[in-house]
């Protein structure tokens, strides 16, 4: 059974820990990153951009396809299905559909408009047990069309957006999503030292997960963050590995055509990434 991420993540802010967001785009994604958490007893959220559930051909598919694994693959590991990047419609039909937890990014808003959305959709959130996340400050990069420059919140809005009761707060601290350019200047560990401070025992969130050095990575834990989401590498792993089985002709000896054959090394290396990630994240034997 799904559910929210508010245990989870409660539990992975007190032990220094992160649960890692990996976002889905298929059948393929999801039962990589399902099978991996319960290999590793880790709790896990799966992530859904409104791009991506519009690919999937809607949310109910992606709910239909995610609980039938559950109980097809005997997932007992923690999961919750989260809305990435959702707007105030996308997270309404999220509800409905029967997701486990939302994001409603209300970064490109400005602050009282954002205030006055989040506060409606935490009403929500909690009237159906699910948990919620909201934006402050912009994340650099593209995602879905939706291009941010990648600034700094200011931890007096970060702060008034966590008192409205949400689960988990993501906060712009110089993170991009995609891979990160040669000039990158790095987290700004100010500004997430000045947010934890004043948000207290809120779980943040760090969007961007991919290419951010090791290092980085667990400082940002020490500093409050308790949720981490990962998509792109994910993406490049999948390809590379699917690119080198064709460049290598598998797919013309005997039935390499087959999908099953054609995906089985994208798949695995999906695998082979999440596992990576949630050891540097720690939330391996978390479940
Ligand atoms: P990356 O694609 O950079 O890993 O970012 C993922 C993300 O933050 C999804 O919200």
Request: glycine residues 12%.
């Amino acid at each position: 059974m799904l559910v929210s991420a508010k245990d989870m993540l409660e539990k992975a802010k007190a032990g220094h820990y992160a649960v890692g967001q990996f976002n889905i785009n298929n059948l393929e994604w999801t039962k990589a990153i399902l099978l991996t958490a319960q290999e590793l007893n880790s709790p896990v959220i799966l992530g859904v951009s409104e791009g991506a559930g519009k690919y999937m051909t809607g949310y109910k598919t992606v709910v239909g396809m995610v609980n039938g694994m559950l109980e097809e693959l005997n997932i007992t590991v923690p999961v919750a299905l989260h809305l990435d990047h959702g707007s105030y419609e996308g997270c309404l039909k999220c509800i409905e559909a029967g997701f486990s937890s939302i994001m409603f990014d209300g970064s490109h808003y400005p602050i009282d408009e954002n205030v006055a959305k989040t506060t409606e959709l935490v009403k929500l959130a909690n009237e159906n047990g699910m948990s919620i996340e909201a934006e402050v400050g912009s994340i650099g990069g593209e995602e879905d069309g939706v291009i941010g420059k990648g600034e700094c919140a200011d931890p007096n809005e970060c702060k008034a957006i966590a008192d409205l009761g949400v689960t988990m707060l993501a906060a712009g601290i110089g993170n991009i999503h995609g891979k990160y350019p040669d000039n990158w200047e790095g987290l700004s560990f100010e500004t997430l030292d000045a947010i934890q401070q004043l948000t207290g025992e809120m779980p943040l969130v760090l969007h961007g997960g991919t290419g951010i050095p090791a290092d980085m990575i667990k400082k940002a834990i020490t500093l409050g963050v308790a949720k981490i989401n990962v998509n792109t590498e994910c993406q490049l792993a999948f390809a590379d590995a699917t690119r080198k089985y064709i460049e290598a002709g598998k797919d013309l000896e005997g039935k390499g055509f087959d999908p099953r054959k054609l995906l089985a090394p994208g798949f695995e290396a999906i695998k082979a990434t999440v596992k990576e990630k949630m050891e540097l994240f720690g939330s391996v034997g978390k479940a």
